[in-house]
């Protein structure tokens, strides 16, 4: 009996080093961040606890208009990734099992590094990049600025692009292993009744994939929304996205901008767990389907 309990808690006992750090640090960042947050930050002369800060950073107008475009570049990239990729993985699954190549290729993307892509963005997409001067050369344009500006816009469409670069791919491989997976015998039914490849999309696999789809729309939504390397690379001057905002502020040579840049960190914080408990909903509806 104690062999057998042992045997149990053995794993746990052998992570717990590891779950140690791993957890000291994440803990302590997030426990350092609160502090600063909330003002108490001796280090500066600040050594009484205020709400000060919170209260500045949420009336701010710089602060909600980044909330604001984070998260339209967000729901924006997300839901568009989700649309085409689960188009892309249902027709992958339509797709006879001789094309091998085909379900790999799609896939190449999820392996690339978002700075690369975000460089391909900028040689391709910029008004001197390579798609305005291919235009300019067939004459379809008369001057390289007549080109759209696609990157460094208001729109953050160069950001959404290299998301969508990364983004389609994962949520059809995500979508996709769920689809294959659903019992034929539903689509043979349906196609015996008479149902269109249509139909059986809209009433047999989009309804079984959906926790598979809301899972997936969920993590792209959370990385692109706590993403800052893309935006800070491709974004626009103003507005920011939050992770840039809190970037800059942290770095800033006032050091008493420090305490305003953990506000927008624990704001981000809190969002990102907030759309893990969702995950978390998501995930047992998954579980319980299968």
Not at 9 to 21: F, M
Not at 160 to 189: C, G, R
Not at 231 to 237: E, V
Request: glycine letters at 6%; a positive charge; one cysteine or more.
């Amino acid at each position: 009996m104690k062999l057998m309990k042992y045997s149990i808690i053995k794993p746990y006992i052998l992570l717990t080093p590891a779950l140690i750090i791993l957890f000291g640090l994440f803990l302590g960042g997030v426990i350092l961040a609160l502090a600063q947050s909330f003002g108490y930050f001796p280090l500066l002369g600040l050594n009484t606890f205020t709400l000060k800060y919170y209260i500045e950073i949420f009336t701010s107008t710089e602060f909600l208009d980044a909330l604001r475009y984070s998260f339209y570049i967000s729901f924006v990239s997300s839901f568009l990734a989700v649309v085409i990729g689960v188009f892309l993985a249902y027709q992958l699954v339509r797709l006879p099992k001789e094309y091998k190549l085909v379900r790999l290729i799609y896939k190449l993307p999820i392996i690339v590094p978002h700075i690369i892509a975000s460089l391909l963005v900028f040689l391709f997409f910029t008004q001197s990049g390579l798609a305005a001067r291919i235009l300019y050369h067939l004459g379809v344009i008369k001057e390289l600025q007549i080109f759209p500006q696609l990157v460094f816009d208001r729109w953050g469409i160069g950001i959404i692009l290299v998301y969508l670069w990364k983004e389609i791919p994962f949520v059809a491989l995500v979508v996709y292993t769920v689809l294959n997976n659903i019992n034929n015998s539903f689509e043979q039914v349906a196609a015996n009744l008479g149902a269109s490849q249509q139909q059986i999309f809209w009433n047999i696999y989009l309804p079984l994939s959906l926790p598979s789809i809301g899972s997936a729309f969920i993590i792209v939504f959370a990385f692109s929304f706590g993403a800052f390397e893309i935006p800070f690379l491709l974004g626009s001057t103003y507005p920011k996205t939050l992770p840039v905002l809190a970037y800059q502020s942290y770095v800033s040579s006032d050091l008493l901008q420090r305490p305003y840049a953990m506000v927008i960190a624990i704001t981000l914080t809190v969002i990102c767990l907030g759309l893990i408990y969702i995950y978390k909903k998501l995930l047992d509806l998954v579980l319980r389907y299968k």
